[in-house]
């Protein structure tokens, strides 16, 4: 198979990765860059806390709408999901899987959403800001593994252009099925952005956590 986004470089910030004791792997989303989503450390900053960033191919991880068929996402989709598992292992050399947080914005959120679901394990937490799991609509997806009560974060507004609110529920729905401690907020007339409040909910999940 194709693989897009292999040797695709990786960003950082805050705490050196050998200094650190707990990482968060953060995504950006479709036609942005690993150094827009690294803006976010400067707010979620913590002391022994590294960030790392993955640059997607082309600025995107897969091509089509998250909602459509999977199959219309590869190689992409597969290329994305293996790019983050080689960077877990990495981290995880030196830090604690449960103290590993995965998070990304948009795509970069369906992509860290889809993630954790496939890999069900003990993360440190999941920040999914306007985003939900991949794959089409109304078609059922069974809960497969344990999330050992994780902390998830969903964060959405109700008219945002690129995510169904169904979307949103459904992630929410499995994500709890799974074992995660999940935090909802639908936030009205929000756009496709990240507002305050959802940056103080990222803070005390890390909070919470370290």
Aim: charged share 15%.
């Amino acid at each position: 198979m194709s693989m897009p986004h292999a040797s695709q470089p990786v960003y950082t910030a805050g705490t050196g990765l050998n200094g650190a004791t707990a990482a968060m792997i953060l995504l950006h989303g479709r036609g942005a860059t690993a150094e827009d989503i690294l803006s976010l450390a400067a707010e979620l900053t913590f002391a022994g806390l590294t960030f790392l960033a993955p640059q997607a191919s082309g600025y995107t991880w897969y091509p089509n709408r998250f909602i459509l068929p999977v199959e219309q996402n590869e190689p992409h989709l597969s290329s994305a999901l293996g790019l983050i598992d080689g960077i877990i292992k990495q981290v995880e050399r030196t830090i604690p899987l449960d103290y590993i947080f995965i998070g990304g914005f948009s795509q970069g959120a369906c992509l860290a959403s889809e993630y954790v679901i496939r890999h069900p394990r003990r993360y440190a937490g999941l920040l999914a800001f306007s985003g939900g799991y991949i794959g089409p609509l109304n078609v059922p997806r069974e809960p497969k593994g344990d999330l050992q009560g994780m902390p998830a974060f969903l964060g959405c507004s109700d008219v945002d252009p690129h995510i169904p609110l169904q979307r949103v529920k459904e992630t929410t729905a499995l994500l709890q099925a799974m074992g995660a401690q999940v935090t909802e907020k639908i936030y009205p007339q929000m756009g496709h952005t990240i507002v305050e409040d959802e940056i103080d909910e990222a803070k005390r999940i890390i909070e919470e956590s370290l």
